[in-house]
């Protein structure tokens, strides 16, 4: 098995707090009503803190598909989430598994910054080729972007 890291950080127009609760705390809940392949978020173990697994469906080209997403830290105050992709048919297969370490801290102008460390856990000796690392910080980028955006469009959320 191979490591690749990767390390980025997104810019958010919201503060800290409000980005964590939509993406953290209410990633169940929002993510379905936001992104359009989720069909659904279900808890297959635990009740949302460290160590809770959720099971994320989606439906894409016709396509049902799913991955394990499991939390291995929250720290409230902190704004941190660490999670990881543990399984299932969405994810992979030259993968393990993917560990995402995520940090919030305060950005310019009242906003926020989202620190990402990725570590992709390889089978063998597969190498993730640049466009395939290129493709997950994208995704991850765009997720930041669409919260923010519905965040800025609903203030009282």
């Given at each position: 098995?191979g490591v690749?890291t990767q390390?980025?950080a997104t810019?958010?127009?919201v503060?800290?707090?409000r980005?964590f609760?939509?993406m953290?705390l209410?990633?169940?809940n ?7 392949i ?8 635990g ?7 959720k099971?994320l469906?989606t439906v894409e ?8 997403h499991r939390?291995?830290?929250?720290d409230?105050t902190?704004f ?5 992709i543990?399984g299932g048919?969405?994810l992979a ?5 993917v560990?995402f370490k995520?940090?919030?801290?305060e950005g310019?102008n ?10 992709y856990f390889t ?6 080729s ?6 997950g910080?994208?995704?991850v ?8 955006g519905y965040?800025?469009?609903n203030p009282?959320?």
């Amino acid at each position: 098995m191979g490591v690749q890291t990767q390390e980025y950080a997104t810019p958010a127009a919201v503060p800290p707090v409000r980005l964590f609760k939509a993406m953290s705390l209410e990633f169940h809940n929002l993510f379905p009503k936001l992104v359009e392949i989720i069909q659904s978020i279900e808890f297959t173990e635990g009740t949302g803190g460290a160590g809770t697994i959720k099971k994320l469906t989606t439906v894409e080209g016709g396509e049902t598909k799913y991955v394990l997403h499991r939390v291995d830290e929250i720290d409230e105050t902190k704004f941190v989430y660490n999670f990881s992709i543990i399984g299932g048919t969405g994810l992979a297969d030259t993968l393990e598994k993917v560990s995402f370490k995520s940090q919030l801290v305060e950005g310019p102008n009242g906003g926020s910054i989202r620190n990402v460390h990725v570590d992709y856990f390889t089978k063998g000796d597969y190498n993730l080729s640049e466009e395939e690392l290129k493709a997950g910080k994208a995704k991850v980028e765009g997720l930041v972007k669409l919260v923010e955006g519905y965040l800025l469009a609903n203030p009282d959320y």
